[in-house]
């Protein structure tokens, strides 16, 4: 796992704009906003989903980097102060404390165009039609049926008392979207699986996707700053709705459980058993930060 | 030109997510910042440009859509509290007044992720390749070598007093990428152009997103925010180097006027002289608002 995080550091480091390059103090803070943190869980997805499609490795950096890049765009964006107003990110001060706001507004608007550049250039797959669908499904992925929508349930919601279906409506969108695009692109820029397996493929990020949030909202209630590298127990401090509020520490201990066993039933028909994903599951569900 | 602005108000609204879609709030936001107001110049552009190069409209659509869902999204970002904090857009309250400005943040980011969506389902170019190359051209155009990098040298030169030269580097960048990007996307929907004609569109793109800033900045100046439909006058309260500020009104008058022929020219070896962009030139110089 360790190859493959030194792999996309190395990959995003080249494909971000150099600092010489103006406006510098927006690169300096794209590369401040994306380099050196994050557990890069997408990335990571990609690389296995990748693999056992039989994907070049080099395809497959560039579809992990996309899905990063509108991941960390998404935190930035996150972070400011008419969203969640938070102050610590991946154990450094978010971009607009470390710049300034506007800064941090433009970051994220460019690191988005960026993961649509890095889609678009070269072959990622030896079908250009198919690299078009992939852009398809990463722009919705991102947009308001995908990862910024959930965003603006989330928003709706807080102060309110969600049911169980509810959050799963929520984090679908919020988390869940980016997390299945991440190893359907993997998967995409190979062609070792059949479209029975590209489905369970897909189920598999389903899946996860909801097992990562259960944890996120399972460690912000029982982990501290410290080891997050971001402010714990703000879900509570905010009443937002979650995993842990709607169904106590136990239960939501248990539905995490439940959806690994989920994940990896989706990976029984896959070359290999699923592979990396495999681990990469287990890893989800069993992290600490 | 009526009839093109009443095509792409259409195609918009459809391609916009209906009310119905959830979250409903979110897509209220998106269509209220993007539909029934807008001059569409860059739209028109694209428009223009497919003509001369014999493209089938239903692509232009399109390409045409995808500049302005971009400029849509940059004018709500821009006009947030943190950057330029503006009250007044097309008429009517800006996003964040209008809903608040986490959502004016959303929709944003969602209408940005639109344009590149838009580009990326069913066929622009009859090459599939170009149609890749028409996308990267859009992300690079918006990003933060183009549109958002323009926002964050003009962010930096506030308060400063810039040369003609400095105002033309921020201003290639901010509002003269996607002009350009504009003329060149609806031109490669088509095949009728020769790679020097191309490049002639290219040239009348540059000079034109020069004109229209410089007569922006003449607007700001001159008129009043009931004609323009924004606040006037904004650029010498927040003390910005302008056209005006660096040339004077006649100054700036003239370099409009010289803009303007250097656009024509471009046209000269065009289809029709450049047939509908030779009108949208003067458009854009003689525009009052």
């Known amino acids: 796992m360790l190859d493959r995080q030194d792999r996309i550091e190395r990959t995003l480091n080249t494909l971000l704009p150099a600092l010489e390059l103006a406006p510098g103090r927006l690169h300096a803070a794209m590369r401040y906003a994306v380099l050196g943190g994050g557990k890069r869980v997408r990335p990571l997805l990609a ?6 499609s039989g994907a070049d490795l080099r395809r497959v950096d560039r579809a992990a980097a996309a899905v990063e890049l509108i991941h960390a765009y998404s935190l930035v ?3 400011l102060p008419c969203m969640d107003d938070d102050v610590l990110r991946r154990g450094k001060p ?15 608007d460019s690191l988005q165009s960026l993961a649509f550049q890095v889609l678009s250039v070269q072959s990622l797959a030896d079908d250009a039609h198919r690299q078009l669908e992939m852009i398809e499904l990463l722009a919705r992925a991102s947009g308001s049926r995908g990862m910024a929508g959930g965003q603006a349930i989330d928003l709706e919601a807080t102060g309110k008392t969600l049911a169980v279906t509810e959050l799963e409506f929520m ?12 190893v359907i692109l993997g998967a995409r820029c190979g062609d070792a699986l059949s479209q029975a397996q590209m489905n369970e493929v897909d189920r598999f990020g389903k ?8 944890i996120d909202d399972l ?6 700053t410290a080891t997050l590298g971001k402010t714990a127990g703000k879900d509570a401090k905010d ?20 959806l690994r ?4 039933r989706a990976l029984d028909t896959l070359p290999q058993s699923g592979g990396r994903l495999r681990q990469l599951a287990d890893f989800i569900v069993s992290r600490q930060f």
């Not at 690389?47 to 056992?52: D, Q, R, S, T, V």
């Not at 978010?94 to 994220?108: C, I, P, Q």
């Not at 460690?219 to 501290?224: E, F, I, K, R, T």
Request: net charge negative.
């Open 171 to 182: 984090h679908v969108h919020k988390t869940g979207a980016l997390i299945r695009a991440s």
């Open 47 to 52: 690389y296995g989903a990748g693999e056992l």
């Open 219 to 224: 460690l912000d209630a029982q982990s501290s």
């Open 207 to 214: 899946f996860i996707g909801l097992a990562f949030q259960v």
């Open 261 to 264: 066993a989920d994940a990896l």
């Open 239 to 258: 009443n937002k709705p979650t995993y842990v509020s709607a169904l106590g520490l136990d239960g939501a201990r248990k539905l995490s459980e439940e």
């Open 94 to 108: 978010t971009v607009h404390l470390e710049f300034d706001e506007a800064t941090a507004l433009l970051v994220g």
């Open 77 to 79: 964006h996150d972070d």
